[in-house]
């Protein structure tokens, strides 16, 4: 078991180097070195090639051995057998960590090589990440020591066995200038695993949620303790392909997991409060909704729409997860009448009709806010509307309603306007569907 103090190490590392660092583009030991550079790393860093003498105007090393201090963290990218070697290296070093990119080992087989590396490893207290992954990516440190280069920093920790579903998450946190604390890709998770990471998140003062992606579990038992002690903490969201037979056999074949009985890990959600996502659309929403807001007080919901169909959507999904829509109180409606035009549908969806402004949702929500039969507000955009997140960025300050934001049909102005609101603080999603199961796994969110 990997210690918190050694994880702190090894994601807040102030020397890294990179064996395997090589002066051709094409390669991945060049590509994870331009990475650590470019994404403002502050750290020394020290490179590994036979060869070279500099890479990227940075004097390189023929060998850990020959680096002129100890280090934090090693990253690996070297063929599969010659890694025993560099990790003996790394451990003469008195490194607190290795991330190895190289495939080869117990995923096509090669379970000796495997555990010949672990076992140095063990030896001298090196967390190991993978093999066979994608690298760690820490934004706090600007450490990006994988790919693609991200480097937005938000709340978001995303713990992925999958690198391409690791690197999709964060990618999209990336363009909606949300960005995540950290982005860790498992791979073969030989060494630290799920049940580290999410001890060391749920106490990490830059993350606000955790974002677990996993194959298969080690020790069942382990992990409904520690996942018990995260959730008193913060929320987790788990996202567990192998639902189905031919799924559960496909992760066997892609990590060696064990993907064990769908029908087991779904009553430990219930059982725990982990909240489970089907898809990477339903991962990335839930954990996008649960870093930016504080869950509602209840489960009544307001939809305020300029699109008819739009909110009979919205209203379709929330009556499918128990989310009420109640009807607004003979008070709050005469004084929706007396400021909105006469084609305005005054009921719950509030439809504002086509033709709405900024102006109109604006003096629709400054009503809408003081009704006491609503927990949340659910605004939903159709078409451009200018000066929209200027509208919801005031209402938000003047309310303890979450307010989350649903923005289609909008062009250019959509764009536009939905960085506005993320980088205000406010969710948006490109469907009322999945604002609305964004907004119901909100409301699975203790209030810590």
Known sequence: MVKPETLHAVLNAKTVSVVGASSNPDKTGYQVLKNILDAGYQGRIYPINLKAESILDINCYPSLLDVPEDLDLVVIVVPAAAVPEVMQQAADKNARGAVIISGGFREIGNVELENEVMGIANAHDIAVIGPNCQGI?????????????????GGMAVIAQSGTIGATMGGWAEDEEIGFSALLALGNKSGVGEIELLDYFASDEETKVIALNIEGVKDGRAFIKTAKSALSKKPVVVLKPGRTRKGAEAAQSHTKSIAGSDKVFEAVCKQTGLIRAEGICEFYDYSKILSMLDAPLGRRMLVITSSGGSG??????????????????????????????????????????????????????????????????????????????DVVRDISSRTDKPIVVAFLGGGDVEKEEVLLMHQAGIPAFPTPERAVRAIGALLKKKNY
């Open 312 to 389: 009979i959507l919205a209203a379709d999904t929330a009556e499918d997860l128990g989310i009420e829509l109640k009807q607004l109180s003979t008070d709050i409606k005469d004084r929706l009448k007396e400021i909105l035009p006469n084609q305005c549908v005054v009921s719950n969806p509030l439809d504002l009709t086509g033709d709405a402004t900024a102006n109109r949702y604006m003096q629709a929500l400054d009503v809408a806010i003081t009704s006491e039969v609503i927990d949340c507000i659910l605004v939903i955009f159709g078409d451009p509307v200018h000066k929209a997140s």
């Open 137 to 153: 990516n820490y934004t706090p440190n600007k450490l990006c020591a994988c790919w693609p280069l991200l480097t937005k920093r």
